[in-house]
């Protein structure tokens, strides 16, 4: 639902958009299609594949003009109300990832954030 025309005071499914939107839930980060290089007897590999995050709106979804992303610290992206996304990342393997993701309502208010930390681990050793 756009956000045009709305005022803090609009009221949104019963409760009104100044409130702060429920976080996102079922946040979810996976790696996919990975292929990697690199020196399997030192436990060194560099991966790239795909990452998907995916989420559903939190409970009391009010009026969301944008989700943000994040990787590790870094902002990753500012989505327009959708429930997944994916990018081609370059990984190491044995290091652990962090996503996180807030959403933000139409009145400029912020969820609290819903993290995730995930590791590419060790790949299986070629035959």
Do not use: H
Request: proline share 7%; aromatic share 8%; net charge negative.
């Amino acid at each position: 639902e756009s956000c045009a025309g709305r005022s803090i005071a609009t009221v949104y499914n019963g409760i009104s958009i100044g409130d702060p939107p429920s976080p996102p839930t079922s946040f979810a980060a996976t790696f996919n299609s990975l292929t990697c290089s690199g020196t399997v007897v030192l436990s060194w590999l560099t991966c790239s594949g795909t990452v998907v995050l995916s989420w559903t709106p939190g409970a009391s979804d009010r009026a969301i003009e944008e989700y943000i992303l994040y990787d590790n610290v870094e902002m990753l992206t500012i989505l327009s109300p959708t429930n997944s996304y994916s990018y081609t990342k370059t990984l190491q393997n044995n290091i652990d990832y962090t996503y996180s993701i807030k959403a933000k309502s139409c009145a400029g208010r912020s969820s609290a954030t819903s993290s995730r930390v995930i590791s590419v681990g060790d790949p299986p050793s070629p035959l």
